[in-house]
Structure formats: C-alpha cells, structure tokens
C-alpha cells in the first residue's frame, strides 16, 4: 500500500486506499473511469498538498505523462502544448533556452505543469494564467473530454474554474503562448528589481532574471532540497488575504497594501503572521515555521500531518486575533480543515 509521504514534498500523509501512476492521456481516462464513483486525489509533484495521517480512502492517481508540442511562428511567438505530468520548472527552463520570454519570474516553482492553471500560480509580479491559452481536461461527470478557453478558466488571484469545482475536472495538458526574446516584460517587483540593480519598471535579460529569481526562492528555502528541511514544505502556506478598504485602513502604516482593480486592498500574509506574535523557527511537535520564510510551514524531520495543519491553526488564529483577517490555506488540505 503506497504511503503518500513518498509522494509530498512536506513528507507526511497517510496510506492510499488505491494508488496508479499514470503515463498516458489513456492511461489517465483509464483510471479515471476504473473508480468509478469513489473519491479520488489527483497528484503531480506533491508539492502543494497536506494529506492527513490517516491517508485517503479513495484512489490516487500520480500523473506522469510528458509532452511537447512546440508550433513556432517567428511574429507571434510560440505555442507550446505541454503534458500534465512535466515539471514545470523543466518546462520553464526548455522554454527559456529556446528563446522564449514570459515565464522566468516563474522560475523554481515546485510541482508540475497540469497544477498550475487550478492554482493560478504566480510570483514576483505575473500569473501563469498571462500565458495560458487554453487548459485541456478529463470531465468526471460528463465522461468526456471539455477543453477550456483562457476565459472560461476564470483565473482569479490564486483561483480557477478547476479549484472551485474540486475533483470535477482532470487536467491532460496545458497550451501556452510565448513571445520570443532576450529581455524581460519590464521589472514590477520591488525585490527582484533590486536584486538585477535596476529600477522598477525597467527590462532585464531574461536568464539574468531566472537565475536572480532561483536565488531568492533558494534564500527562502522555496527551492526543494533533501539536505535542507526548511524546503521540506508546500511553498507558502497562506494566500495573501484581499480585503475592503475599510479593513485595510485599519492595519498599521507598515503592512503592504497592493489595491486590486474592484477597490479592495491584498496585503501580505507574511506580514501579518511576522507581526502577530509568529516567529522563523517557531516549533509545534515535529513541524516548524521556516527558519527562513515565516510563510512556509516545514517538516522539521518528524512531523505528522496533525502537527503541520495545528501549527497552521495557530497562525490564522494569532493573526485574526491581531488583525481581524481570516488567512486562507493556499495549500490543498486532503481529510483535514483548519
């Protein structure tokens, strides 16, 4: 029976009830199909889920396909259709060696390509939803194939059609469109524009840029490493909360403040959990905050699901307690709730 700690970068996570890996579109149908009505847990990398101790009662399938499918046209850049099951930091490399522009910022970011359109993942000022062109999926209820265009994804700040529809939708593969070229989109983010030494709002070349971007998430412990347990984690654990303005004028002069298009305000969660009373390094059973980055929640070497998700508990407790905003997983909790 496969333990899914072997199968999670934070290493914990109980036993499957069933558990396929998966090569093939076919394959995935396959598997798909043979569970008929029973839950099932769709994995990639492992990199953005907490499964409890007790495990999953249901079926697990490990995607692991992997696909190609440049179109390159020298005005308008390249379409790339990728596999579910490629990494995407592979994937964002390839894509950089080959002259394509866009997805550097994205760079080091764990997991595999098919995660990344559910979560809508970003950093350092751009979302993978600015690229993508159409998501392709498995229907569970229809038993058919749906193909989504960007719109109809509707990518919200760490959010899609697939996230709001849980277990609904099995993503086969991702299309991209990228420009080609040697220089960034100009720099929006404050911290990376001041590790290249240039001012916000201007270019950079772009390996500059993922090599600038893979050191910073390397400081934050954001890139995996079996030496260092300060990666043994999920990433950030919280989104960063969107509030009314009337809240955010309410929070101290120091906190971020992002204000979004509809007039409500993002600030950092990292900020708030630092400045409740959370510190790096702070310790609960086996788990522990980052000594590096206060937003990564570790596996200090022994920790149990139980002792990441109540170390998690007592940060969003401290920081409501503070401030009066309810943080919100940014990881995927399987058989637990905060």
């Not at 894509?95 to 098919?114: K, M, Q, W």
Request: aromatic share 6%; proline share 4%; with cysteine.
């Amino acid at each position: 029976m496969a333990e899914l700690r072997d199968y999670t970068s934070l290493r914990v996570g109980g036993p499957a009830q069933k558990f396929v890996e998966v090569g093939t579109e076919a394959e995935i149908i396959a598997a798909i199909e043979a569970a008929g009505d029973s839950p099932v847990l769709i994995i990639g990398g492992g990199t953005n889920v907490l499964v409890s101790d007790s495990g999953f009662a249901g079926t697990v399938i490990r995607i692991t396909n992997n696909s190609l499918k440049p179109e390159v046209d020298a005005c308008s850049g390249a379409t790339l259709t990728i596999g579910a099951g490629e990494n995407w930091d592979d994937f964002v490399a390839t894509s950089l060696e080959r002259g394509f522009a866009g997805l550097e910022t994205l760079s080091g970011i764990p997991g595999t390509v098919g995660a990344t359109p559910i979560q809508n993942i970003g950093a350092y000022g751009h979302e993978v939803s600015e690229f993508i062109t159409r998501v392709r999926t498995y229907d569970r209820v229809k038993k058919e194939i749906k193909t989504f265009t960007n719109l109809e994804c509707e990518f919200e700040y760490r959010n899609s059609h697939f996230k709001t529809n849980p277990g609904r939708y099995v993503i086969l593969d991702v299309q991209f469109n990228l420009r080609q070229g040697e220089m960034t989109a100009p720099i929006t983010y404050s911290e990376l524009a001041t590790k290249l030494g240039i001012a916000i709002g201007e270019k950079a070349p772009v390996a500059a840029t993922r090599k600038a971007v893979m050191e910073l998430r390397a400081m934050k412990g954001m890139i995996l490493d079996k030496t260092d347990r300060d990666s043994w984690s999920a990433g950030s654990f919280f989104t960063n909360p969107i509030i009314s303005a009337e809240v955010a004028a309410k929070l101290p002069a120091a906190a971020p403040q992002w204000p979004t298009s509809d007039g409500r305000v993002k600030t950092s969660a990292a900020w708030l959990i630092e400045n409740s009373g959370i510190h790096k390094g702070d310790e609960h059973g086996g788990a522990r905050v980052s000594t590096k980055h206060v937003l990564a929640l570790t596996n200090a070497g022994n920790a149990t699901a139980s002792d990441i998700v109540e170390l998690a508990q007592v940060a969003k407790a401290k920081v409501y307690e503070k401030f009066g905003i309810t943080l919100e997983a940014e990881v995927n909790l399987i058989g637990l709730t905060l």
